[in-house]
C-alpha cells in the first residue's frame, strides 16, 4: 500500500511558476512509476506527465505542457517534484500524483495506476 500527499499549489499569475511534491509513503516508493494529472472543472481528469521507478530518470510529458515543466524524483525523500514554469490560465486544475505498480514503461491512463492523491489545486490568474 502506497500513500501519496500532493502539496505546493495555490494562486499564480500567468507567466509564473509553482513546483508540486508529491510525497509518499512506502519503502518500495523507488519501485513504482509516478504519474502526474489533472483535472479542469467540467473536464476528465488528463495526463501531465511521468516518471518512470527505480534510478532511471526516464520522463514523458504531454504534448501541451512540454518544455514548460519537470518532472524529477529523490527516492531518498520518497518525494517527486513537478516543477512548472511559464504557466497559463488553461493549466488551471487539481493536479494528482498517482503510482503505477505494475512496471510499466510508459502508463498514460488514469487505469493504470494504483495509487492517487488527494490533489492540490493549482489556479493561473490572468
Known amino acids: 500500500q502506497v500513500q501519496l500527499v500532493e502539496s505546493g499549489g495555490g494562486v499564480v499569475q500567468a507567466g509564473g511558476s509553482l513546483r508540486l511534491s508529491c510525497a509518499a509513503s512506502g519503502r518500495i516508493f523507488s519501485t513504482y512509476t509516478i504519474g502526474w494529472f489533472r483535472q479542469a472543472p467540467g473536464k476528465e481528469r488528463s495526463f501531465v506527465g511521468l516518471i518512470n521507478y527505480g534510478s532511471r530518470t526516464n520522463t514523458y510529458y504531454t504534448d501541451s505542457v512540454k518544455g514548460r515543466i519537470t518532472i524529477s524524483r529523490d527516492n531518498a525523500k520518497n518525494t517527486v517534484y513537478l516543477q512548472m514554469n511559464s504557466l497559463k490560465p488553461e493549466d488551471t486544475a487539481v493536479y494528482y500524483c498517482?503510482?503505477?505498480?505494475?512496471?510499466?514503461?510508459?502508463?498514460?491512463?488514469?487505469?493504470?495506476?494504483?495509487?492517487w492523491g488527494q490533489g492540490t489545486q493549482v489556479t493561473v490568474s490572468s
Open positions: 498517482a503510482a503505477d505498480s505494475r512496471g510499466r514503461s510508459r502508463p498514460l491512463s488514469i487505469y493504470d495506476y494504483d495509487f
